[in-house]
């Protein structure tokens, strides 16, 4: 069975845990700046919402590397980065619609999540539960939908 990240940012208090324990699982250090998930702030609602590589199955930061760093792991799902291969072109940067591989200027790779080999870190650290990991079956469409719905749009904008 694939398994995904699902977030909840109804659950999410922006505490941050997430980034901390992913820059430390894959840095060695608690920097949120070298973190694989990130928690945007909409300041003027008062809502957090994490977000990182959703997997996808189109994987255009696969198809787009020319040196075939990126690979997916049949286990995980995740496309990964091979850090021996990759070249630090950010090709897959440009390619990845959701902005989320980036490029790590210490290494001169790029970086993305991978589901730390199928064992989360940042849902390990998450205090609210805002990020699970779940059959991936149970993620998709209709639940962005659903949150969709329930955003407050009313608001003119000046």
Known sequence: MQRSLYIDPEKCTGCLQCEMACSYENEGVFNPAKSRIKVFTFHDEGRFVPYT??????????????????????????????????VGCKVCTIACPFGT??????????????????????????????????????????????????????????
């Open 53 to 86: 590589c959703t997997q996808c199955d189109e994987a255009w930061c696969l198809h787009a590397c020319p040196v075939e760093a990126i690979t997916m792991n049949r286990e995980t799902g995740a496309m990964v980065v091979a850090d021996s291969v990759c």
């Open 101 to 158: 591989v980036n490029y790590n200027q210490d290494t001169g790779k790029v970086i993305k999540c991978d589901l730390c080999g199928g064992d989360p870190q940042c849902v390990a650290a998450c205090p609210t539960e805002a990020i699970t990991y779940v059959d991936a079956d149970a993620t998709g469409l209709e639940k962005m939908r659903a949150w969709a719905a329930k955003t407050d749009n009313s608001a003119s904008v000046n």
